[in-house]
Each structure stands twice: as structure tokens, then as C-alpha cells.
């Protein structure tokens, strides 16, 4: 039926010029003034809901969407090599962004956290043309050193954009990372900023307490 085909390709041709909405420059600039501390952002056109969520058995927090989930550990052992497992992978199932930590077993106090991201840079670039380190930041708290890389990996298959974090908790290498197909950076890596400057140890905040109410409880 000659209508029902045009029917058909009027509902693709309006699929198709959505999709372009969404993924256009005007939209993720628009929707780049948006912050996830407000809770609900639109992330191309679909609205996402943000909340801190405690990790690491309460010893920190972030934010995060709100429907991210645990992965199956099963899921976590197929998709990493045992090496770089993590110990906990949060995503959802639409997004393309996880978000996760693995506490290893390297003692380093907090005190050389920072000689230690430079030896984690130097094990990246020696990983060869599959790894491209963009940036490198270091956060100062009152008991805390975070460091932090953004970089490009590359399978044969596809890139993904990756924010890398470390930190010392009890003496020991904290690796966190946030990352997302490299395709989605435009929009993602702002947001994946916010994430990654949410970020707190619950000691720090637990001590800015006491320090507010001069050590009452």
C-alpha cells in the first residue's frame, strides 16, 4: 500500500532528524550548562538523574546517575583482564558511561601520591600508540592527594575516552576511572569532570565536621 509506505518513511525521515537533534553541537552546548549537582540533566535529550552515592564500603563518595547499578562480577571477569579488574563497576544500560574502583595492593602513602602518577603516566606511554594521555590534574585536601589523567585508549574496534584517579587509602593504591565510548566525549566529559570533582573520602568530610563544631559530636 502506497500509503502506508509513505507513512513508514515519514516516521524514519522524523527518527532520523531526532537523532541529529540530539547528537547536534547547539544541544550538547545547551545542555553543557546543566550540572549533575542539580540532580536531573538532560544528556542528548534524555533526562538523567544524579545523586552521591557512598563507595568503597562508606569510605567515599560521588555522584552518579541514579540507576547505575552493580555489574555482575561474572560480566567484570569476561570483560577485564585479570590484571586491571576492578573491584566494582557501576553503569546502566544506555548510557555508555561506567564508572568504577579496584584497591589494590601497592602501599604507598599519600605522602608520594604524586611521584606515583607520574609512574603510572610512564607505564601508559609505554604501553605504545594504543594510549594517548591528554591531561594530568592533582587535588589537594586536608588528608587526601587525588591525581588524576584523562586519556585515549584504543582497541581494534573502537576508542574509549577515560578519566583515570588515584589515591591512597589506608596506605594503598585507590585506581578509580570513569570512562565512555570516545564518540560520546562532547557531551560525556564534562559530566564525567563533575564526577570526578564530587569525589570525597567520608574522613574529610567526617573531620570538617569536628572542625565546625570544634571536635563536639
Sequence with gaps: MPEMDEEILRSRQKIKAFEQERFSDETIENEKNQSILDGTILVNRIPISFA???????????WMPTDFEVLPQEIVE???P?????????TNGYLGMAT???????????????????IAKSALNNAGPNVT?????????????????EMISHTITEA??????FASLNDRVLFGFINFD???RKRYVSIAKEMLDSFYFTDE?????NKKTGGKA
Excluded: W
Excluded at 205 to 209: P, R, S
Design 182 to 184: 570516545f564518540k560520546l
Design 133 to 149: 594521555i591528554l591531561t594530568e590534574h592533582m587535588r589537594k585536601t586536608q588528608k587526601h592527594t587525588l591525581t588524576s589523567l
Design 78 to 80: 569476561a570483560s577485564y
Design 160 to 165: 574509549i575516552y577515560n578519566i583515570l584517579y
Design 100 to 118: 568504577g574502583y579496584r584497591h589494590t595492593s601497592y602501599e604507598i602513602p599519600d605522602t608520594y601520591m604524586g611521584e606515583f602518577m607520574q
Design 52 to 62: 552521591e552515592r557512598t563507595i568503597l564500603e562508606g569510605r567515599a563518595a560521588m
Design 82 to 90: 585479570y590484571m586491571d579488574r576492578p573491584d566494582v563497576v557501576y
Design 205 to 209: 568530610e567526617v573531620a570538617k565536621n
